[in-house]
């Protein structure tokens, strides 16, 4: 495992696998690094390479707006991070082999916070993360719990910007996860 300065240094002059060549940024992760609570997302869009950070423009208001609600916020008591760095060019899916080329940061990302709780937002990071098989429709708002970490899925925000029906589910989510969050963490709150 290496450290956080040794892992931001390699991830940001990564060249292992194909998205190099097409990004702007690195989008490594943001957030308090003794968090308690993670949030994974798939990968950088145009904005996030552009900028270099997770979720920001309009999903990432999206986010920030939900996360309010239960008192969580970005910079202070939680970690946002994605499966794959760079960008997929026209925001398509990240490859298999693109996930396992950049797994490993992730990993040790997760190593170094040893979160509580592991919050996957959209299918491809649920099925990366929690079960191959995560049917996001089904089984988002359910928790799994994997050598003492909790873990569930949320709708993505862009698929809540697609699709506003989901907003009531969505809330029920994060009314779950607060309610997670005050069984299990001792100092998001
Ligand atoms: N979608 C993601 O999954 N991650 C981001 O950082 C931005 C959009
Ligand atoms: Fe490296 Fe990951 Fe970027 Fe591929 S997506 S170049 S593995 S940081």
């Known amino acids: 495992m ?4 040794t892992l931001e ?6 060249q292992k696998c194909a998205l190099a060549d097409t990004r702007t ?37 999206l986010l920030d707006d939900m996360l309010e609600i239960i008192d969580l916020d970005r910079k202070t008591n939680i970690y946002i991070a994605n499966i794959v760095k760079c960008r ?4 398509r899916d990240p490859l298999n082999t693109e996930q396992d080329a950049c797994i490993g940061y992730l990993r040790n990302q997760v190593a170094l916070i040893r979160p509580k709780i592991i919050v996957c ?10 079960k191959e098989d995560f049917k996001i429709t089904k089984e988002h ?4 719990e994997r050598s003492g970490v909790h873990m569930m899925a949320m709708f993505h925000p862009a698929a809540i910007l697609r699709d506003p029906r989901r907003r009531p589910e969505a809330f029920q989510d994060l009314k779950s996860l607060q309610a997670k969050i005050r069984e299990v963490c ?4």
Do not use: K
Not at 2 to 5: A, K, V
Not at 30 to 45: L, N
């Open 2 to 5: 290496l450290d956080w300065d």
């Open 9 to 14: 240094a390699q991830c940001l002059a990564c």
């Open 25 to 61: 940024h690195v989008v490594f992760g943001t957030g308090s690094r003794s968090a308690e609570v993670m949030f994974i997302g798939e990968g950088p869009g145009e904005n996030e390479d552009l900028q270099g950070e997770p979720f920001v423009g309009r999903g990432g208001q």
């Open 88 to 91: 997929p060019p026209q925001n």
């Open 121 to 130: 937002l959209g299918r491809i990071a649920a099925a990366r993360i929690i």
């Open 141 to 144: 708002g359910q928790w799994f």
């Open 186 to 189: 001792t100092h998001t709150y």
